[in-house]
């Protein structure tokens, strides 16, 4: 029988990787760990998009972030505003947001070797930002690098959370999984689903092949008792495909 890799990734992204997983001749089970849900607007929502215009740079974290800011745009701006320079950390995130809104996407530089907020802040163009506006369209929670950064270099930063996270107890045959090992590989690309997953990993699987996005998701996977975790590229489906390839 062969062993299934086991991915955590939510959503449509998560069926995008199942997909391809298959398609490069590999079983996939998926944890079902995570639902991202769509915040209510509030005031300052409906602040922020109606004053969009005023934002010189937008940094977008994620497809479904990509995907509250399009739809918002949608309801507030019938003519997309002009003169925003739009950034993303990864390719997926990039794409949403130009099949959405058609617009072009600063993304970290080849030369990173990762999709990482650490690498997209090693762009020229995100060095000196005296008296420019950055809007980060993100999750709630998660890591403040990206606004300490950006306002440590003068940026006048918003951070509007548009989603939650809800982070799931796995079914009991993916919990058995977990304590036993008993698959190819693990597909992780998020730090909160790394520690939320931990804890139902025992030994067994704690020396099965993890694939991971980032290196600081590899330090972090050390740190929690996972060995030896393989380094992807990016958290698209083919750089953690070529990475499992490597497993």
Not at 121 to 137: E, F, G, K, M
Request: charge should be neutral; glycine fraction near 6%.
């Amino acid at each position: 029988m062969t062993l299934p890799v086991l991915i955590t990734r939510p959503g449509d992204r998560g069926r995008v990787l199942a997909e391809a997983l298959r398609q490069a001749g590999y079983p996939v089970d998926t944890l079902d760990v995570m639902q991202l849900q769509a915040l209510p607007e509030d005031a300052a929502m409906r602040q922020a998009w109606l004053d969009i215009d005023h934002y010189h740079k937008i940094v977008v974290v994620s497809p479904f972030a990509a995907g509250c800011l399009s739809e918002a745009l949608d309801r507030y701006w019938p003519q997309l505003p002009v003169g925003i320079d739009y950034y993303c950390v990864g390719q997926a995130t990039a794409a949403a947001l130009h099949d959405r809104l058609g617009v072009r996407v600063h993304l970290p530089p080849a030369t990173a070797g990762e999709d990482t907020s650490e690498a997209l802040l090693r762009l020229a163009s995100l060095q000196t930002l005296a008296h420019q506006r950055v809007l980060i369209v993100a999750g709630e929670g998660g890591r403040a690098l990206l606004a300490d950064t950006l306002a440590a270099r003068g940026a006048q930063v918003t951070r509007l959370a548009v989603y939650r996270r809800c982070l799931l107890t796995p079914p009991n045959t993916m919990q058995a999984h977990l304590a036993t090992g008993d698959y190819r590989a693990l597909v992780v690309t998020s730090g909160e689903l790394l520690e939320h997953l931990a804890k139902w990993c025992q030994p067994a699987a704690l020396n099965q092949p993890l694939i991971v996005s980032s290196h600081r998701l590899a330090t972090l996977a050390e740190r929690l008792g996972f060995h030896s975790p393989i380094v992807a590229s990016g958290a698209t489906p083919p750089a953690l495909i070529a990475a499992l390839a490597r497993a």
